[in-house]
């Protein structure tokens, strides 16, 4: 295929599988025709005038560094059913700032989307499969990561140091397997996990909660490890030293449903009311609100 300068086209069905087709060339625009395979490595990066691209329905790239620093690129679109394996393919595109992946889209490639360092707006979409490693890793400027119904992640480091995300959103139906996932993103300050949701991974959040007041919202039929979220300083107390200035008469833990005794060691939250310790902080791990009026602790 020819180089030219400006805009070019890629006609429907077209596989590129040359190397380095249009590497540093100084093309404008790129308008990619249905059921394109890219399998080919190099093949547009360093072209550093392409501000925009829009990746139709059923796209297939599996070459590496496809798209490797793009330092010009900003908005990036993919229709649905994409499938990407490549490794490294938008890799420090620095100043991309937004990203949409359509429906039931399987991304898969090793550093895929990592170093994207003022990537601002993410959109995903339902029954995508993310499985790649360190997909999205050091995207320093994301604040807001929102994983719709029947998502599937099985790849290590999803989210990896991103410092300033602060809200998480887990739609339902979801599947987390890969480890490590929004491994250090130390701002995050509210997650909501939807209903039947699975987080199989090991270390999910690690390094998140540090100094943090986290708003943790988790819904019905959820399965996996609690999640560890430090908790604020409470002061365990005996029964005895407590009942007689408690704000609601309390004679069991209405977590545990066992009888406080004298010596029994509670916790009594702000709100008012008092629990057994042990089962209170079992219960702060997956839920961060009083059991009994929910009163955010």
């Not at 005038?49 to 793009?70: K, N, Q, R, W």
């Not at 895929?112 to 360092?117: E, K, N, P, T």
């Not at 609601?248 to 916790?267: A, G, L, P, R, T």
């Not at 702000?270 to 955010?296: D, Y």
């Amino acid at each position: 295929m020819a180089r030219i300068n400006q805009n070019i086209v890629i006609p429907d069905n077209t596989k590129l599988q040359n190397p380095y087709e249009f590497i540093n060339s100084e093309i404008t625009s790129v308008n990619f025709g249905n059921s394109v395979q890219i399998s080919a490595d190099y093949v547009f990066a360093y072209c550093n005038h392409i501000s925009e691209i829009d990746i139709p329905t059923e796209t297939i790239i599996s070459g590496s560094a496809v798209f490797y620093c793009l330092s010009r690129l900003q908005y990036l679109r993919f229709g649905d059913n994409i499938t990407l394996n490549g490794t490294y393919l938008f890799n420090d595109s620095i100043n991309l700032e937004s990203l949409a992946i359509g429906h039931s889209s399987n991304i898969s490639g090793d550093n895929c989307f990592s170093g994207l360092r003022n990537l601002q707006r993410i959109q995903f979409a339902p029954n995508t499969t993310f499985s790649g490693y360190y997909l999205f890793s050091e995207c320093n400027s994301i604040k807001e990561v929102i994983i719709p119904d029947n998502c599937t992640i099985d790849g290590d480091f999803f989210f990896r140091k991103c410092p300033q995300l602060e809200r998480i959103v887990i739609g339902n139906n979801v599947v987390i397997q890969g480890n490590k996932c929004f491994y250090q993103c130390s701002g995050v300050k509210i997650i909501t996990i939807g209903n039947n949701v699975t987080i199989s991974g090991l270390k999910f959040m690690e390094g998140c909660f540090k100094n943090q007041n986290i708003e943790l919202t988790i819904g019905c039929g959820y399965i996996g490890n609690p999640i560890e979220i430090p908790l604020p300083i409470v002061k365990i107390k005996k029964f005895a030293d407590v009942k007689d200035t408690l704000r609601y008469e309390s004679k069991e833990c209405s977590i545990s449903i066992e009888k406080f005794e004298d010596e029994s060691q509670v916790i009594v939250l702000e709100c008012g009311h008092v629990f057994l310790s042990e089962p209170l902080l079992k219960w702060l791990k997956t839920k961060k609100t009083c059991a009994i009026c929910r009163q955010k602790i």
